[in-house]
């Protein structure tokens, strides 16, 4: 009888541990997508410089590098995936929307030179679906 209750007792601290390290790696993941999402949700809304848009641009290509995030057949642009960043520019002069891709491994300096004092408005973020990380930002040219 004794050794049916320790079983039984050691079954249930068994799950109880399991079910507590799911909660902890579940909290430990929505922190950081909160985390990394206040870096870029500053943006929303608000007004900044080309200079600074070119900062955002250079660290969302380095968060793409850092996590490994393909790139399509031409090695141009990154796929969207589960972790990727995208940022979308759309400018006055032009029709189509710019990607940071094109942008900054192309013409950096021209961006730099010609719109370092154009100011530029975060009207779109979005959201990944499974891990709640911003997917994509998008600019437009005020």
Request: charged letters at 30%; glycine letters at 2%.
């Amino acid at each position: 009888m004794k050794k049916n209750i320790l079983v039984i007792l050691g079954i249930f601290i068994i799950i109880l541990l399991f079910s507590v390290y799911l909660l902890y790696n579940y909290n430990k993941e929505v922190i950081q997508a909160q985390s990394f999402n206040k870096q870029y949700e500053v943006y929303y809304e608000k007004t900044i410089l080309g200079t600074e848009l070119a900062t955002v641009m250079n660290k969302a290509m380095d968060y793409n590098k850092k996590n490994d995030i393909a790139k399509d057949k031409n090695d141009r642009y990154y796929i969207e995936t589960e972790n990727s960043l995208l940022i979308r520019v759309k400018f006055l002069e032009k029709e189509e929307v710019a990607k940071m891709e094109d942008i900054l491994l192309q013409d950096m300096e021209n961006f730099i030179r010609f719109y370092r004092e154009a100011n530029f408005k975060c009207t779109k973020i979005e959201y990944h679906l499974k891990n709640k990380q911003v997917k994509s930002l998008y600019f437009e040219q005020i």
